[in-house]
């Protein structure tokens, strides 16, 4: 096996540290671990001449060397002096060790380092599927279940995909338990046996929003109760309150501007589907523009709210109950 760099990037943090145990796995013996794994993280001092030293240096015994830098700016900000020492070090990789390179930021391709990587390393991104593409995740489903060795029904893997949204840990847990069950069942397993055994978090933040859009606060916090007891995190579930406000705001003004091309309306709004564009119109034909911004500058105030330490479940409860009041007063 040749030396290489690989570079891992995206917000998906599980997957991609599931990516980095099976790298480390086939490649690292672990009897020879302690001697042939570094895990270097970005506080230590002049981390990546470490990690550059490190792969530089043949594995002992048995098995590759893997030098992981963890959270790396690289990709991000690279100084002259650090720049000529990956152009020194990537190209001449010795045989059987392999320098990994995980951030959870998009490389800047202007950057000299970015595009070094991109001549040498082998590239991965691990992003959030959108809980809204609900094709692409039940994709992934059927990916995974397949990986688990598990045979799943169209309708259960679907159910599957709405119970998880885009969170890969569930899935990973949800698929564990179903694999456990399916040792005891050779047929492909059911919908109503996926709804048995799954947690159905069917709650998701994009039930949320539509509760918010409705004005129906009752609803609105049973849902987020739903999401605070499956442990979705608070700033996950502004984000994508966040996300679709936007989304439902610049269609409510391009709608209002006379633009009735659906797709001239996804590429303005960042739509990836221009078929979503007729049910969003229905969405917002109800609520003004006015009342649109309202909800963003009420959203990026709890954003910020929470990333200065305020009580994450009272606040939420506070804004979500603000929200639906904006949605539910003069309605067009």
């Not at 030293?53 to 893997?66: A, D, H, K, S, Y």
């Not at 499956?230 to 996950?236: G, I, S, T, V, Y």
């Amino acid at each position: 096996m040749r030396g290489s760099s690989q570079l891992y990037w995206g917000k998906d943090d599980f997957a991609m540290a599931q990516a980095v145990d099976k790298l480390r796995r086939s490649l690292v013996d672990p009897n020879w671990a302690s001697f042939n794994y570094d895990k270097i993280s970005p506080d230590q001092p002049d981390a990546v001449i470490q990690a550059l030293n490190q792969v530089m240096t043949p594995p002992f015994g048995i098995g590759g060397r893997l030098v992981w830098l963890v959270d790396t700016t690289l990709c991000q900000q690279c100084s002259d002096n650090l720049l000529a020492e990956l152009e020194r070090t990537i190209p001449v990789i010795p045989k059987h060790s392999v320098l990994l390179l995980t951030t959870p930021h998009r490389p800047d391709p202007r950057l000299k380092s970015t595009k070094l990587l991109q001549q040498y390393a082998q590239i991965q991104e691990f992003a959030l599927i959108p809980p809204w593409k609900t094709q692409q995740l039940v994709h992934r489903v059927k990916s995974y279940s397949v990986e688990f060795g598990i045979k799943l029904t169209n309708s259960a893997a679907v159910l599957l995909a709405e119970s998880v949204s885009n969170d890969t840990r569930q899935l990973f847990n949800e698929l564990e338990k179903l694999r456990l069950y399916a040792l005891y069942d050779s047929q492909p397993l059911s919908e109503s046996t996926v709804a048995t055994l799954v947690v159905a978090n069917t709650q998701n933040t994009l039930q949320l929003a539509e509760a918010i859009r409705q004005g129906d606060g009752a609803k609105a916090l049973e849902l987020l109760a739903a999401l605070i007891n499956h442990n979705e995190p608070p700033l996950k579930i502004v984000a994508t309150l966040i996300t679709q406000f936007r989304t439902w705001l610049w269609v409510k003004l391009l709608v209002s501007e006379g633009e009735t091309d659906p797709n001239a309306i996804a590429n303005t709004a960042n739509i990836n589907n221009p078929k979503r564009v007729y049910f969003l119109k229905q969405d917002v034909e109800f609520l003004s523009p006015k009342q649109l911004i309202s909800t963003l500058g009420v959203l990026l105030e709890l954003d910020h709210y929470l990333k200065t330490g305020a009580d994450p479940l009272s606040t939420l409860q506070t804004k979500v109950i603000q929200l639906c009041e904006i949605c539910n007063s003069s309605r067009v």
